[in-house]
């Protein structure tokens, strides 16, 4: 597609549910970020997938994050057993290459609100 | 590790007033650095970057100089309007392939 699209773009849930959010990349861009804004906390750097792997898991807060990628492209973010705090707009980037070069594109995020 | 630190906000100025938004890093090699901003309700665009030592980034009015001996990134604008109303964020990406983000500077221009 003509940007990185997320879906869904608002998401209310209750505490305790389970949740899944999706990243549509641009087409070939074979990195994938997933980050976490929230307020007065910047941007939080969650997972990377370069293809369909993940080298670097570093940022999920906790064992209830988890993401794939599957066919080096849509990706999932899912949340499971959803606290209070999870509450954040999520973001997905996609990159083609050297980050220099090419640099990130964003989506426009879900707004993820716990209650 | 990476680390970004810039100026809290938020940023009040007048319409054609002059704008500084100060960004310093920390981070092992030589990394590449960026302004992304994010408009009101829109995700993170690119606004500028700079890859090496002394290059100067440059796009929509807005400048900034990469200055290795300082470590620093600073964003700046001779006169602001309206529209550049937005929350800025100074960004590097180092050794670990991944962009690492300052907290953000909000920015509100007024007529």
């Known amino acids: 597609g003509a940007g990185v699209s997320q879906s869904p773009s608002n998401k209310v849930t209750e505490k305790g549910k389970d949740v899944e959010l999706r990243c549509d990349p641009i087409?070939?861009?074979?990195?994938l970020y997933w980050y976490r804004q929230s307020l007065g906390q910047g941007l939080e750097f969650l997972i990377y997938?370069?293809?369909?792997?993940?080298?670097?898991k570093s940022g999920l807060p906790s064992d209830r994050f988890s993401a794939e990628r599957t066919g080096g492209s849509v990706s999932t973010l899912t949340i499971q057993r959803t606290q209070q705090e999870d509450s954040a707009v999520y973001l997905c980037?996609?990159?083609?290459?050297?980050?220099?070069?090419?640099?990130?594109?964003f989506g426009s995020g879900t707004r993820l609100t716990v209650v | 590790g990476d680390s970004v630190t810039q100026m809290e906000g938020p940023v009040t100025l007048s319409e054609e007033a002059f704008l500084t938004i100060n960004c310093t890093y920390t981070?092992?090699?030589?990394?590449?650095l960026f302004w992304y901003v994010q408009y009101p309700g829109e995700g993170l665009q690119l606004l500028l970057k700079a890859t090496k030592a002394d290059d100067k980034g440059s796009n929509k009015g807005f400048e900034a100089t990469y200055r290795k001996e300082t470590t620093s990134f600073h964003l700046e604008k001779g006169s602001v309007q309206v529209s550049d109303s937005a929350v800025y964020f100074c960004?590097?990406?180092?050794?670990?392939?991944?962009?690492?983000f300052g907290k953000g500077t909000l920015l509100t221009v007024n007529p």
């Open positions: 981070a092992t090699g030589y990394p590449s």
């Open positions: 960004a590097l990406w180092g050794s670990n392939y991944k962009l690492t």
């Open positions: 980037a996609s990159s083609q290459g050297q980050l220099a070069d090419y640099g990130y594109t």
């Open positions: 997938f370069q293809g369909n792997s993940a080298p670097d």
């Open positions: 087409s070939g861009h074979t990195a």
